[in-house]
């Protein structure tokens, strides 16, 4: 090569090398001066879980459209929420596990239709549901199974049995900060699901059956002697003080303090006790007494919901609701997506049959009834629950609460919660 032809090389490269840099420090110029599009992200993820959301779905995100999330995580996301729309200052995106609380802020018409922006065929209809307006406003991006129970590798049949009927062995941890109660109330819900099936459960949770039927009753009272209600001393203070986490820590101690445990997927991944103990898990139908459903399972999600209609927010959504942001956020987290374009991958046996049964179109799966519920409603149902365990004698009091609760005017409801109400 000329010496020409080299110094021209030279200068090519000089000049492709300051541009990259000139182009750097304007990025970061506008970022510091807060003139780079970005789009605020409310969700209830923090410490582990918000830096795998991070690396996993945001960062990539942000090197894609060059648009900076703002993200703001915190265990108490749906106060924050109600304070900052108090504010007038609420987040462009959300992700909220409650689609009764999603629902009542659509009412208020602080919610954006989703339409156009997510394929929504691509979810079932108690993920992606539409309203009483015909507007679909949020969509999943993470799911769990819920009607199933856990119990150690090695534990037969027979020994599962024996543990269901002994409050002594059942892993229970009612503590959550200030949603404490919150398993009590799934307990209760997958017990009227197994026993009644979905068409009284989505009658329940839609508002239209009473708290004080015999088929809610009788969820109420099997949860009771399952659990030992009314039990004074060490049962119940382990019950009511241990946080739902902490719960299964007993399960690997020397003699082994509890046998089974009534919990969402998500905890086989978040409580190492499970993971020391090779946990397995049966369906809860398995081990309900009464019940008589048949491939009926409860469900709950991570919902995503838009609040302001940015192009950087809209971007976010059709992001999000796409099959690599969907199959990254299940990878990181160990977690399931339900978009039919997403399907199960290699790994555990337990989580490869839970990844199926939450894609299967035969089985029914029912949202969460108390997160599906009105807010007040859902909080009072988690209250509830521990007044419940303490003081079984209170129920009917306890049930004529909820129902008049229910039957205030004015709440929002929605139309479904089951994808087959058979």
């Known amino acids: 090569m000329s010496g020409r032809l080299r110094g021209r090389a030279r200068t090519v490269t000089v ?23 970005t789009v605020t992200l409310l969700a209830n993820w923090t410490g582990r879980d918000e830096t795998n959301l991070r690396r996993a779905v945001i960062e990539p995100f942000e090197r894609k459209y060059h648009v900076h999330v703002d993200y703001q995580g915190s265990s108490a996301e749906s106060q924050v929420l109600g304070a900052d729309v108090e504010a007038g200052t609420p987040p462009d995106v959300v992700v909220l596990t409650g689609p009764g609380e999603l629902a009542d802020y659509a009412g208020q018409k602080q919610l954006q ?8 065929e691509d ?20 799911a769990d199974l819920k009607s199933i129970v856990w119990y150690p590798a090695g534990t037969g ?10 409050p002594e062995r059942w892993c229970v941890g009612m503590g959550s900060g200030a949603t404490s109660g919150w398993p009590g109330t799934d307990w209760i819900e997958d017990i009227l699901l197994q026993q009644h099936g979905p068409r009284v459960y989505q009658s329940w949770a839609s508002g239209k059956l009473s708290w004080r039927s015999p088929e809610v009753r009788q969820a109420w ?22 946080g739902y986490a902490q719960a299964s820590a007993p399960v690997t101690a020397t003699p082994r303090g509890c046998t089974l445990e009534h919990q969402a997927s998500f905890i086989r991944t978040q409580s190492t006790a499970w993971q020391r103990a ?4 049966d369906p809860s139908a398995d081990l309900i007494p009464g019940a008589t459903a048949k491939d009926s399972w409860e469900v709950s999600g991570d919902l995503v919901a838009l609040l302001h209609a940015t192009p950087q927010a809209r971007r976010l959504i059709r992001y999000l609701s796409a099959p690599a942001a969907q199959r990254a956020w299940a990878d990181a987290e160990s977690a399931f997506s339900v978009d039919t374009r997403v399907r199960p991958t290699a790994g555990p046996a337990w989580h490869r049959s839970l990844a199926t049964t ?39 009091a306890l049930l004529t609460t909820l129902d008049t609760l229910r039957e205030t005017p004015g709440q929002t ?9 058979r």
């Open 15 to 37: 000049v492709a090398g300051c541009l990259v840099l000139l182009a750097a420090a304007l990025v970061l110029g506008d970022r510091a001066l807060g003139r780079e599009p």
């Open 113 to 120: 239709p989703l339409d156009g922006l997510i394929p929504r």
């Open 123 to 142: 979810f079932g209809t108690s993920w992606a549901m539409p309203l009483a307006d015909g507007h679909v406003y949020w969509f999943p991006l993470k």
């Open 157 to 166: 049949g027979r020994q599962r049995l024996a543990a269901r009927d002994d």
């Open 221 to 242: 009272t099997t949860w009771g002697r399952l659990m030992g209600a009314g039990t004074s001393g060490k049962l119940l203070r382990r019950t009511l003080k241990t």
């Open 278 to 281: 090779d946990g397995r898990y």
């Open 358 to 396: 939450l894609l299967s179109p035969s089985a029914t799966h029912c949202f969460d009834a108390s997160d599906a519920m009105p807010p007040t409603l859902r909080d009072a149902f988690a209250e509830s629950t521990i007044t419940y365990l303490a003081h079984p004698r209170d129920l009917t």
């Open 413 to 421: 409801w929605l139309p479904s919660v089951c994808d087959q109400a």
